[in-house]
């Protein structure tokens, strides 16, 4: 069982930034490919971010391409994201999402999930 919980949402204003934090509860962290996923009000949830179980460099969605980054710690059994630029349809709730699957930009790729940190962008 894996268990996530994320931190580190607000209120930012446009052009700021801030770093979200995934903290897991599990035996083995290293081995899950980890991703965050958003939902703004009234639409999808939506994929932002992943990242493999050994790190590396992450993917990201075109829409935060360039503003955010994914990064982990398997250390620390926690995975980060970085927003920078931050734009008012930014604004949502940002969950992190972890699977022993391959990586991948599917909702239904991941198997557990955090319960939502919310990120609000004011203009």
């Known amino acids: 069982q894996v268990q996530l919980v994320e931190s580190g949402g607000g209120l930012v204003q446009a052009g700021g930034s801030l770093r979200l934090s995934c903290a897991a509860s599990?035996?083995?962290?290293?081995?899950?490919?980890m991703g965050w996923f958003r939902q703004a009000p009234g639409k999808e949830r939506e994929f932002v971010a992943t990242?493999?179980?050994?790190?590396?460099?992450?993917y990201y969605a075109d829409s935060v391409k360039g503003r955010v980054t994914i990064s982990r710690d398997n250390a620390k059994n926690t995975v980060y994201l970085q927003m920078n630029s931050l734009k008012p349809e930014d604004t949502a709730v940002y969950f992190c999402?972890?699977?022993?699957?391959?990586?991948?930009?599917?909702?239904?790729?991941?198997?557990?999930w955090g319960q939502g940190t919310q990120v609000t962008v004011s203009s």
């Open positions: 999402a972890a699977t022993y699957r391959n990586i991948n930009y599917r909702e239904d790729g991941y198997d557990y």
């Open positions: 599990v035996r083995i962290f290293g081995v899950l490919t």
């Open positions: 990242i493999r179980w050994s790190g590396g460099n992450g």
